[in-house]
């Protein structure tokens, strides 16, 4: 279902970035499930230029059970840019959730004002992907946008609606970082690595989809991807008792 989502980032990302791969610990880019009746592989990959020290994506195919797609994007600690951050995930053709967003590294308003609010025309044409759903693993006052699209929806929409405005929303994202001022204060640039690192530690510590990957690829495999992976700056040991 996601598989044109995937495309366009991968069109985008490579025409227009000088791009480096970034490695993968060994035996995360890829996974097959042989646990239950369906069959799931996972393939991830990672890339690196000098505005952006990681693009990170992953696919899920299950077949009709389930397919996701997840992203996220961080700019190099020289711009203080938001994260891009993409998680689409269908079980089954009814049962779709779709999230979309700039997250946020600051909530003054300044940056608000710069960063996120020329989000909010695009998501103004797009109120049936906005549908002010709760939370249930995150504060949406931190690491979210209030012009985020968060939604659950069906396959049609994901076609003739969530297809248009990703792009959009991946157009507008370029122009901002394209826009923006490199850093150069040591002090500017270390409170950029504090909030990434505070990001990572924050996703990992709450992310849902640990559960869906230890389904089909068992704990430890699971464990591993979130944190030597996905999020490589958090610490395990800081929430071994969470668990």
């Given amino acids: 279902m996601f598989q044109p989502f995937k495309e366009y980032l991968e069109e985008q990302i490579f025409n227009r970035f000088d791009l480096q791969s970034r490695p993968i610990p060994a035996g995360l880019e890829s996974n097959i499930s042989d646990r239950g009746k369906n069959r799931a592989t996972i393939q991830s990959w990672c890339y690196q230029c000098s505005q952006l020290r990681k693009i990170r994506y992953t696919y899920i195919d299950a077949g009709e059970t389930a397919q996701v797609f997840n992203s996220v994007i961080y700019p190099s600690h020289n711009y203080d840019i938001p994260l891009l951050g993409i998680d689409f995930l269908s079980f089954g053709k009814k049962k779709i959730l779709v999230v979309l967003d700039f997250q946020p590294l600051f909530r003054d308003r300044s940056y608000l004002g710069k960063y996120i609010e020329p989000m909010g025309e695009i998501r103004d044409k797009y109120n049936e992907l906005a549908q002010n759903l709760e939370m249930k693993f995150y504060d949406a006052n931190q690491y979210f946008s209030k012009y985020l699209l968060f939604a659950k929806t069906d396959a049609e929409t994901v076609v003739n609606r969530l297809f248009p405005a990703y792009q959009e929303y ?39 989809a640990h559960g869906l990957f230890s389904s089909y690829f068992g704990p430890e495999w699971a464990e591993r991807f979130l944190y030597e992976f996905l999020f490589e700056d958090a610490s395990a040991l800081a929430v071994a008792s969470t668990r």
């Fill in 170 to 208: 991946i157009q507008l994202y370029w122009e901002i970082l394209e826009a923006a001022q490199p850093l150069t204060n040591p002090d500017d640039i270390q409170r950029i690595v504090k909030a990434q690192k505070d990001y990572d530690q924050y996703s990992a510590e709450r992310d849902p």
